[in-house]
């Protein structure tokens, strides 16, 4: 039991590029989320699903897409990248009941040049 | 809209000493509320939790407190020891799906 997974650990962009940051959990969870964690702003929502083939956007969506295909999987695609997405981001998963426990995944440190 | 707001933002405690820090909510329909451990460069752990129905919960040297009527909850560390040395993160839910976070306290401890 892995719990939640994460690739990159680490990626350089240059303005523009696209990429995508991968996460995946084993624990047969509902919900899933992404969050960017940014010095002394905490943890901020970006996009979260309660189940596969469905998305909806948290407190900080733009710039981001995201899918889900399946239960394991919630990839975040940065469709062009831009220096104020320079930030550390941390997938999370939990059962679909919000008095849960949220389980984070190792997270992806992101610079943008 | 729903807001933790989480004081203080730096807590600097002699080794031994207690250490409190307090989250303030805004969604009066919150209902359970995770405090988060964060080394440096590791992902945020959950550490203790508290469920709408009780007032308080303690795991060893950790306590948490709920007023739910005052709408804030704090965490408690007894007997602090240079490995509590880290960012703790408080956060609401409302029994959606969504938590909201604090922006985090900074807690060292003095050897």
């Known amino acids: 039991n892995a719990g939640v997974t994460q690739t990159p650990k680490f990626q350089v962009l240059k303005t523009g590029q696209s990429m995508t940051l991968q996460c995946a959990q084993d624990m047969n969870h509902e919900y899933m989320s992404w969050y960017r964690q940014d010095p002394g702003m905490g943890l901020r929502l970006i996009h979260y699903s309660v189940g596969a083939g469905i998305t909806d956007q948290g407190e900080v969506p733009n710039g981001y897409n995201v899918s889900r295909s399946t239960t394991e999987d919630f990839p975040l695609r940065l469709l062009s990248a831009a220096p104020s997405q320079t930030s550390v981001y941390f997938c999370?998963?939990?059962?679909?009941?919000?008095?849960?426990?949220?389980?984070f995944g190792p997270g992806t440190r992101l610079l943008v040049l | 809209g729903e807001n933790v707001e989480q004081h203080p933002s730096t807590l600097s405690v002699q080794e031994g000493d207690s250490a409190v820090i307090k989250c303030t909510y805004s969604d009066s329909a919150s209902n359970y509320f995770p405090w988060y451990k964060q080394e440096l460069g590791k992902r945020p752990q959950l550490i203790i939790d508290?469920?709408?129905?009780?007032g308080e919960k303690k795991d060893q040297r950790i306590a948490v407190t709920l007023n739910k009527t005052a709408k804030h909850f704090s965490l408690h560390i007894t007997e602090t020891q240079p490995e509590d040395s880290a960012v703790y993160f408080c956060?609401?839910?409302?029994?959606?799906?969504?938590?909201?976070f604090g922006t985090g306290t900074r807690l060292k401890v003095l050897a």
């Open positions: 508290i469920r709408s129905n009780v």
């Open positions: 956060a609401a839910s409302a029994g959606t799906y969504k938590y909201i």
């Open positions: 999370a998963s939990r059962p679909q009941l919000a008095k849960e426990t949220q389980y």
